[in-house]
């Protein structure tokens, strides 16, 4: 067995009916999968759970199972070992990081910190442990208003690390967040000029886009949400025509769920995409995830002394949540 790649590079043999074998290793290991809604569609339908950040969350902290397989990124690996630090956490691929994570660096946060004083420090949880820990509170796009607002208005906040959502969340709620300059580059990738092209061509489309984008894009969306927002409009909406602002991977469900209704991914600024991936998320693959059932790796370890850190304001997030019925 070799891990050296960030995954089991363990040949599979040729006619191994990897759903089968999944399905099999997951009760031999007592082991449950959570995967995110921007994985490939054949990793959410074996998927126990899918859901997005918050959700996969909430259910990491409750499982009673020995094994979580957690098929999304690395810091969402992360969170669920602070979760569940008795647990074994494995992610397919340890490569699977994430862009907007990786544009807080915890030491140059730490300074940006230091720099406003007595300042509340709101986190999006697509961060680090190491950040996690600088952090009072912790949110996700399906709770960030309702949390910055459970705060007296005059509290100052910081918000990181990704501009677009903080930026998004001051403008609806009337707060003055100082925001750290930091995005998703699928987010970011969207173009605002193509949109208006594929609304001309599909006039009754309703436009769904995660709040993650551009301002420029939010204003030409008739519903701004977390990935499972959109998913719960385009199931209520009468409406039969879509047109989605955030990773395609989020389709896959959307057309499950609704299979009478027409969802087209919006496009991206490079010429030659269709849709828009996180090339990132799409690193996981059924080998990968056999793999990690069968040899029980790559595991995610959290220094302790971060991880204590860091579930405070993750708990703190749960909580609020809870008590306000998010």
């Not at 995967?35 to 054949?42: D, S, V």
């Not at 709770?143 to 001051?170: C, H, K, W």
């Not at 969207?190 to 092209?197: C, D």
């Not at 059932?293 to 850190?309: G, M, S, W, Y």
Request: aromatic fraction near 6%; charged fraction near 25%.
């Amino acid at each position: 067995m070799n891990v050296e790649k960030g995954f089991v590079d363990e040949p599979v043999a040729e006619g191994t009916d990897l759903r089968a074998e999944i399905q099999k290793l997951k009760k031999e290991k007592d082991a449950v999968i959570l995967a995110h809604y921007y994985q490939k569609g054949e990793i959410q339908d074996l998927a126990d759970f899918i859901g997005d950040s918050l959700a996969l969350a909430r259910i990491a902290e409750k499982l009673p199972n020995r094994m979580i397989v957690l098929c999304g990124v690395h810091f969402m690996g992360e969170t669920a070992k602070i979760l569940c630090p008795d647990k074994i956490v494995v992610v397919p691929d340890l490569n699977a990081g994430c862009s907007l994570a990786d544009s807080c660096d915890a030491g140059e946060f730490k300074e940006f910190i230091e720099a406003h004083p007595g300042h509340t420090v709101v986190s999006y949880v697509n961060t680090s442990a190491a950040v996690k820990a600088l952090t009072d509170v912790v949110v996700t796009s399906s709770n960030a208003r309702q949390i910055v607002e459970s705060f007296p208005e005059d509290t100052p906040m910081i918000f990181g690390p990704d501009r677009n959502l903080g930026n998004y969340i001051n403008s609806i709620t009337g707060r003055n967040m100082v925001v750290w300059n930091g995005a998703c580059h699928v987010h970011e990738q969207f173009s605002v000029e193509k949109l208006v092209e594929l609304k001309k061509q599909h006039p009754n489309a309703k436009v769904l886009a995660h709040p993650e984008c551009k301002k420029s894009l939010l204003i030409l969306a008739d519903k701004i949400g977390s990935t499972a927002a959109l998913l719960n409009y385009a199931v209520q909406s009468p409406e039969k025509e879509f047109i989605v602002a955030t990773e395609s991977g989020i389709l896959h469900e959307m057309m499950k769920k609704c299979p009478d209704k027409t969802f087209i991914p919006a496009p991206p600024s490079d010429s030659t995409c269709a849709c828009n991936d996180c090339n990132f998320m799409k690193l996981n693959t059924l080998e990968k995830l056999y793999n990690a059932l069968k040899f029980e790796q790559p595991q995610i370890e959290v220094d302790p002394e971060i991880a204590l850190r860091a579930r405070k304001p993750i708990e703190k997030m749960l909580e609020i949540s809870d008590r306000l019925g998010i």
